[in-house]
T-cell receptor, first 113, second 113 residues
Framework: KQEVTQIPAALSVPEGENLVLNCSFTDSAIYNLQWFRQDPGKGLTSLLL?????REQTSGRLNASLDKSSGRSTLYIAASQPGDSATYLCAVNSGGSNYKLTFGKGTLLTVNP | DAGVTQSPTHLIKTRGQHVTLRCSPI?????VSWYQQVLGQGPQFIFQYYEKEERGRGNFPDRFSARQFPNYSSELNVNALLLGDSALYLC????????????FGPGTRLLVL
């Protein structure tokens, strides 16, 4: 059974700081891994998708890496801004007959002005 | 193009009642998945439908059911509501090949009293 863990559960940083969010998963046989952002009480916004054959993906100030063999992914946010404050969720697609995502509990990020 | 839409946005029910939640996927997407997110947790997979057929079911009781229509929209039905069914219900759509990004709607917030 796939399990996804995100560390830390919460993170508070001053504006402008670079930061790293961590995600680990127990079963390395995955199709892909997706990072999402969730604002309070809202749905999920897709940030980055990394296929199992890829090592990293970049979008603007965001960079996600994937080390499938060790079961780890990181989301790097450069030059953080108060608008980055949200919960960041990591989800793994383990394939099979359906395309279900297994989520971690998320990291609550607060960027202070 | 419109994103994934869900209705209603909020709903209040009492224990024992029945509820129907609706989801319209992004145009061209043939797969719809449903997730339940309770406060402080990551979303949990409930169902996935592709081309009107159920492709996967998560660890939820038979009180939960779903279907997909010819236009690829979907309904999630929950019977005999319990207090523990209070959650944010999220719908995700994708093309259906299994390796692409899943896009989430804003969710329906269900409160069971």
């Amino acid at each position: 059974k796939q399990e996804v863990t995100q560390i830390p559960a919460a993170l508070s940083v001053p504006e402008g700081e670079n930061l790293v969010l961590n995600c680990s998963f127990t079963d390395s046989a995955i199709y892909n891994l997706q990072w999402f952002r969730q604002d309070p009480g809202k749905g999920l916004t897709s940030l980055l998708l990394i296929q199992s054959s890829q090592r990293e993906q970049t979008s603007g100030r965001l960079n996600a890496s994937l080390d499938k063999s060790s079961g780890r992914s990181t989301l790097y946010i450069a030059a953080s801004q108060p608008g980055d404050s949200a919960t960041y969720l990591c989800a793994v697609n383990s394939g099979g007959s359906n395309y279900k995502l297994t989520f971690g509990k998320g990291t609550l990020l607060t960027v202070n002005p | 193009d419109a994103g994934v839409t869900q209705s209603p946005t909020h709903l209040i029910k009492t224990r024992g009642q029945h509820v129907t939640l609706r989801c319209s996927p992004i145009s061209g997407h043939k797969s719809v998945s449903w997730y339940q997110q309770v406060l402080g947790q990551g979303p949990q997979f409930i169902f996935q439908y592709y081309e009107k057929e159920e492709r996967g079911r998560g660890n939820f009781p038979d009180r939960f059911s779903a279907r997909q229509f010819p236009n690829y929209s979907s309904e999630l039905n929950v019977n005999a509501l319990l207090l523990g069914d209070s959650a944010l219900y999220l719908c995700a759509s994708s093309l259906g090949t299994g390796v692409e990004t899943q896009y989430f709607g804003p969710g329906t917030r269900l409160l069971v009293l």
